[in-house]
């Protein structure tokens, strides 16, 4: 499967952005997906995945009730709504297909298991 993601932007502190993730070449619902972050000097971190039907979610605290995360399987493409943005959302999004939610809720600088990343989108909140 190969990712597109955009959307990223500059955006005021308490101000809204919504990522997209465009999948093509493979059947987009057999793939778990997620966003991953990474800020300067600091490791890749997972924000937020959903399962192949969109029935699970999993967020990391720091965004719960800020972000959500989605799917569209018909349009494959997957959707990160981030609302309430802070300074520390500010990194380079990467989306991610994995075989399943392990794969993406498991990975480590040393240990990834993912399938695909798309190439990143940066989002930079200012204060």
């Known amino acids: 499967v190969q990712l597109q993601a955009s959307g990223g932007g500059l955006v005021q502190t308490g101000g809204s952005l919504r990522l997209s993730c465009a999948a093509s070449g493979r059947t987009f619902s057999n793939y778990a997906m997620g966003w991953f972050r990474q800020a300067p000097g600091k490791e890749r971190e997972l924000v937020a995945a959903?399962?192949?039907?969109?029935?699970?979610?999993y967020y990391t605290d720091s965004v719960k009730g800020r972000f959500t995360i989605s799917r569209d399987n018909v349009k494959n493409t997957m959707y990160l709504q981030m609302n309430t943005l802070k300074p520390e959302d500010t990194a380079v999004y990467y989306c991610?297909?994995?075989?399943?939610?392990?794969?993406?809720?498991?990975?480590?600088?040393?240990?990834?298991?993912?399938?695909?990343w798309g190439q990143g989108t940066l989002v930079t909140v200012s204060s």
């Open positions: 991610a297909a994995g075989s399943q939610m392990h794969s993406l809720l498991g990975y480590t600088a040393h240990e990834d298991n993912v399938d695909a």
């Open positions: 959903i399962t192949g039907r969109g029935h699970s979610q």
